[in-house]
């Protein structure tokens, strides 16, 4: 699980470091034209802002199953494991939550 939390992690502060960049160029092509060259360099920021957020994603889909796996295994109570993979589970979550609404922010603003 620590693996998976710090793939997360690590993916996280990629996407911060992709953020910015994004940012920046959205705001450039802020009221350009379709096609121009700040809203294509605008898009493919916000495509890589988008690949970006692979790694939490897909360590949270991990976390997910292994933390289903570990409920189904001992319902009858929550295992200290299980507790620790729901901890691990809502970091991540609240990371992806993040990312997917900068990502609609920046995708918004660009389409405004």
């Given at each position: 699980?620590?693996?998976?939390?710090?793939?997360?992690?690590?993916?996280?502060?990629?996407?911060?470091?992709?953020?910015?960049v994004a940012?920046?160029?959205?705001?450039?092509?802020?009221?350009?034209?379709?096609?121009?060259?700040?809203?294509?360099?605008?898009?493919?920021?916000?495509?890589?802002?988008?690949?970006?957020?692979?790694?939490?994603?897909?360590?949270?889909?991990?976390?997910?199953?292994?933390?289903?796996?570990?409920?189904?295994?001992?319902?009858?109570?929550?295992?200290?494991?299980?507790?620790?993979?729901?901890?691990?589970?809502?970091?991540?979550?609240?990371?992806?939550?993040?990312?997917?609404?900068?990502?609609?922010?920046?995708?918004?603003?660009?389409?405004?």
């Amino acid at each position: 699980m620590q693996e998976l939390l710090g793939q997360a992690r690590n993916g996280h502060m990629e996407f911060a470091a992709q953020r910015d960049v994004a940012q920046r160029a959205v705001a450039a092509a802020m009221g350009s034209s379709v096609a121009s060259d700040s809203w294509v360099a605008a898009n493919v920021a916000l495509g890589s802002l988008d690949a970006a957020r692979n790694p939490a994603v897909t360590a949270l889909s991990e976390i997910d199953r292994l933390y289903a796996d570990e409920r189904v295994a001992v319902f009858e109570t929550v295992s200290p494991s299980a507790a620790l993979l729901g901890s691990a589970r809502e970091q991540v979550k609240a990371w992806v939550e993040e990312e997917n609404g900068i990502i609609d922010q920046l995708t918004r603003q660009l389409e405004s």
